[in-house]
């Protein structure tokens, strides 16, 4: 939902509450100060009641006292003691008008010519309902008022505040540490909004900066690497040619090549690990697993064979997922390579089983089951020195990058290795 | 067979150089990316070894100029840069093949007469070594004119012993050419390499042939016609 329309709402809302508040508060506040004004004048009635009364022995009427007709009722009790004055509410049927009025009262007792009079006054007030309404009605339109205010400044926003935030969110959406453009500051009329825009904007620009460097930096530590052991491979592939006839040198020549393989294969691992931590594989395309899987069994299939193993490949459903595909051929080839490196020589058995969100390598395993986690850097199985130990960190790493979760456990004899979309 | 070599470092360079001097090639060498503008522009060549990370720029560049003035010139890239895409760069701008650094010597010498073979001998192209005759084209192999029946595998290791015969070959060097990063150097591919190679021996001394696989122990094999 849009932030305006948020803030629409909201405003909308609370100015709902506090109107509702307001008018509560002044009923009340209205009405008891209403109720104190007539009680005040009831009480200056009752006082002049009292004082004619006591001037001239006698009943007064309401003319004399000088209010409406009417308005002054007298009427004969027993008193009991405990008489005291009090002041009502009541309502009035009035027949001109046929609609109830509403009276406020003081009740008192009066004694005259030794006889007890209980003698009301009323006062003409403001029904319950009129004031009320005067409220509603006064609240109603303070709420239009604020309601046309609150569009006319949702209008001023989109257009005058709004406008930069979209801008600068559609900057956001195109901003990519992958892309050589520097990104430029753009001055907004809003101060607030300009400051995010420049610290965003010097944030990009450290970012795209640093990931440069860092791209650099492993192309770098390729070429001065690989570059030296291409030398020393090259002498020692001619040293080979010159001593063809020496055992004993050729033999040591060997290991040195080894070596140099071992360091190359390390260093590639390392390199390509720090690739996809960098996000440098950004080209993401919806691949389905299952092809790939099915042309890897293919290519394996030789060494399966050789290594006399039973390959078997169940789909259940397509396992379709957005992916770099050189990745995922990364992926895929540590996986194979590593489920056929540690199938067990005796019987061994790889099966894949493909699931609409998961995918299952199951291999018959016999060695060394490394301790702690599998997919930490160099972990690896004691008793395989040919291993880098790098293999399934880079699978990992590919499947963070990817959205993928990974993980492998131990069953009796055999070595389960699952990829699972995230979130399923 | 005339080639170039475009390579920043000397010592790479002159590895390569003396490597192929067997393979009676005439050999050139030059360090930088003017330099090696000049060169094509004076002389022809069959092949050019082109590293990309040049002093003044990208070897790319005269991958592009020598395929758009001589395409029949063949090309590879020698870089450290093993990236796909940088791979899938070097062949889409017309190089004929991309060798990762560190590579062997043989490896490249392998490349190398690959691409000569397919630019030179057109038509006419056959591999003789006493009774074993390979044709590349039609991957197919003849024992003393009777066609000997090989697999994938059998065909290719066959076909590197016969051009780096009289080298040693590592076992190592084997499994990278076979079957390049797919499964690296392991135990297995080591195994891998000794069926393959059983096989192939088996064949070939099944219809009469020399056995010109020598072990050299501990380390690979040599393809030789002498004892």
């Known amino acids: 939902m849009k932030l305006s329309k948020i803030y629409s709402r909201y405003s909308f809302l609370a100015t709902f509450i506090v109107i509702v508040l307001c008018a509560l508060t002044q009923y009340i506040i209205f009405e008891s100060l209403a109720n104190k004004t007539s009680d005040e004048t009831l009480t200056d009635y009752k006082k002049n009641l009292l004082k004619m009364v006591a001037q001239k022995g006698r009943l007064v009427d309401d003319v004399e006292l000088g209010i409406k007709k009417g308005r002054l009722i007298y009427k004969q009790y027993l008193p009991a003691g405990n008489e005291r004055t009090q002041f009502n509410d009541t309502t009035i049927w009035h027949h001109k008008t046929q609609r109830y009025r509403s009276f406020r009262t003081i009740t008192f007792p009066v004694k005259v010519q030794d006889k007890d009079y209980l003698t009301v006054i009323l006062l003409r007030t403001m029904g319950k309902k009129d004031m009320m309404f005067a409220t509603i009605f006064t609240f109603i339109c303070i709420f239009l008022l604020l309601m046309l205010y609150i569009i006319l400044m949702r209008g001023f926003i989109t257009t005058k505040i709004w406008k930069p935030i979209k801008r600068f969110i559609d900057e956001l959406g195109q901003a990519s540490i992958?892309?050589?453009?520097?990104?430029e500051f753009t001055k907004s009329s809003v101060d607030e909004i300009s400051q995010l825009e420049k610290a965003?904007?010097?944030?990009?620009?450290?970012?795209?900066?640093?990931?440069?460097?860092?791209?650099?930096?492993?192309?770098?530590?390729?070429?001065e690497m690989q570059t030296?052991?291409?030398?020393?491979?090259?002498?020692?592939?001619?040293?080979?040619?010159?001593?063809?006839?020496?055992?004993?040198?050729?033999?040591?020549?060997?290991?040195?090549?080894?070596?140099?393989?071992?360091?190359?294969?390390?260093?590639?691992?390392?390199?390509?690990?720090?690739?996809?931590?960098n996000q440098q594989y950004d080209n993401k395309i919806l691949c389905e697993f299952n092809r790939y899987i099915r042309e890897k069994g293919e290519e394996y299939n030789e060494f399966f064979e050789l290594k006399n193993i039973t390959y078997t490949l169940k789909e259940d459903a397509l396992f379709i997922h957005e992916i770099d595909e050189a990745l995922l051929c990364i992926l895929l080839n540590n996986i194979f390579s590593n489920a056929m490196r540690y199938t067990s020589k005796e019987n061994g058995e790889i099966a894949v089983l493909i699931e609409e969100n998961k995918i299952c390598i199951t291999n018959s395993y016999i060695g060394d089951i490394p301790e702690g986690d599998l997919f930490n850097r160099f972990n690896r199985s004691s008793s395989r020195e040919d291993s880098t130990g790098l293999g399934l960190s880079i699978v990992k790493a590919i499947a963070d990058l990817s959205e993928l979760k990974v993980y492998a456990r131990y069953t009796g004899s055999f070595f389960i290795f699952t990829i699972e979309k995230q979130g399923s | 067979m005339k080639i170039l070599i475009i390579e920043d470092e000397v010592e790479i360079a002159k590895s390569i150089m003396t490597f192929l001097k067997k393979e009676a090639m005439t050999i050139e060498h030059v360090i930088t990316l003017k330099d090696a503008k000049d060169y094509i522009q004076m002389y022809?060549?069959?092949?050019?070894?082109?590293?990309?990370?040049?002093?003044d720029g990208s070897g790319l560049e005269i991958v592009k100029e020598i395929k758009d003035s001589y395409p029949d010139t063949g090309v590879i890239i020698v870089s450290a840069k093993d990236t796909l895409e940088d791979r899938v760069r070097g062949l889409e701008l017309g190089a004929d093949d991309y060798l990762v650094k560190p590579f062997h010597l043989v490896e490249l010498n392998a490349r190398i007469r690959s691409i000569l073979r397919r630019r030179l001998q057109k038509g006419v192209n056959e591999m003789r070594f006493n009774e074993i005759t390979v044709l590349p084209d039609s991957h197919k192999v003849f024992v003393n004119g009777n066609e000997l029946i090989l697999t994938k595998k059998e065909y290719a290791l066959l076909y590197y012993f016969m051009v780096n015969k009289e080298r040693i070959l590592s076992k190592e060097t084997i499994v990278d050419h076979l079957w390049g990063d797919t499964i690296g150097i392991s135990a297995d591919s080591l195994d891998f390499v000794y069926t393959h190679l059983r096989n192939l021996r088996k064949k070939l001394l099944s219809v009469g042939c020399s056995d010109y696989i020598r072990t050299v122990y501990g380390v690979g094999y040599k393809f030789s016609d002498e004892s």
């Open chain 1, 178 to 183: 992958h892309s050589d453009i520097k990104y």
């Open chain 1, 228 to 277: 030296p052991l291409t030398i020393m491979r090259s002498k020692i592939d001619l040293l080979l040619e010159m001593h063809q006839e020496d055992s004993k040198t050729i033999e040591l020549l060997h290991i040195m090549q080894i070596n140099i393989n071992r360091i190359s294969l390390f260093n590639r691992s390392l390199m390509l690990l720090t690739r996809i931590n």
């Open chain 1, 200 to 223: 965003f904007m010097q944030m990009m620009n450290r970012i795209q900066r640093d990931f440069r460097k860092s791209k650099e930096w492993s192309e770098n530590v390729t070429h």
């Open chain 2, 44 to 55: 022809e060549y069959d092949c050019l070894v082109v590293d990309i990370a040049l002093p």
